[in-house]
């Protein structure tokens, strides 16, 4: 259930938030977006609807409480879910929260932007999120 | 649970290719995009963690039936999903069957252009959704 040619096999893909046996949370490092998220499964799949039907709701419960501890803690006008796995066909799930003023909104963090990046929002973003990781971490240890 | 100024609230967004109780699925009009589906939750909540843990199930289950539809039809390189809502804040997975040859892969639909759509591919993709469609229609009846 691995495949040694593959980037989330390999390794985390970003800094880890919780480790658990079906899957993982990273915080991404993407520029602009500091409270950028992924649900990573641990097993090398590539569409969600492979997975069974309890491990899909242990997915999603997983993809909820990080979405609902975004909502709790930064108050982001939206969350963006997105399972695309184009590049790389390993399941995991972007968690994005997404305030009106970022660089992209409300284009996709994928389009065009629309203004430059604030690198003060972004900044006090960031500083917030030693308090989000942890608060992920507990949701999703209990 | 509607609001009079939502686009998804007044419209069905697309062609109505099933029609629940809870989510209808619709399918877009999306340029190069002709396998593009959306499934469009009725009542108007704009993030998925707001639904309760039964609707959050009967909805990933009816975006995954829509997912499978879509892979034994048409064989994707992958399949997209995603929920965004930045510009329509009322709840819709997009589920969009992608090709190696499409004009932005590996790119999300939302990013770049990574070549000229391929209109004798996007016809005889177009060709086959009378196909998909009922399909969908019909393992969302049962």
Not at 1 to 24: H, I, N, W, Y
Request: net charge negative.
């Amino acid at each position: 259930m691995s495949d040694t040619s593959c980037p989330l096999c390999l390794e985390a893909g970003g800094a880890l938030v919780f480790q658990g046996e079906k899957f993982r949370v990273i915080r991404a490092s993407e520029a602009g977006f500091p409270a950028f998220y992924r649900v990573v499964w641990t097993a090398h799949v590539a569409e969600f609807s492979s997975l069974d039907l309890d491990d899909r709701a242990v997915c999603m419960a997983a993809v909820c409480a990080v979405e609902q501890v975004l909502r709790e803690q930064l108050q982001p006008t939206k969350v963006n879910l997105a399972a695309l796995g184009n590049v790389v066909p390993h399941l995991h799930w972007h968690v994005i929260a997404r305030f009106e003023g970022d660089s992209h909104f409300p284009a996709p963090v994928w389009g065009s932007a629309q203004r430059p990046i604030n690198a003060a929002a972004v900044a006090a973003l960031a500083a917030r999120l030693d308090l989000v990781d942890g608060a992920i971490a507990r949701a999703l240890s209990v």
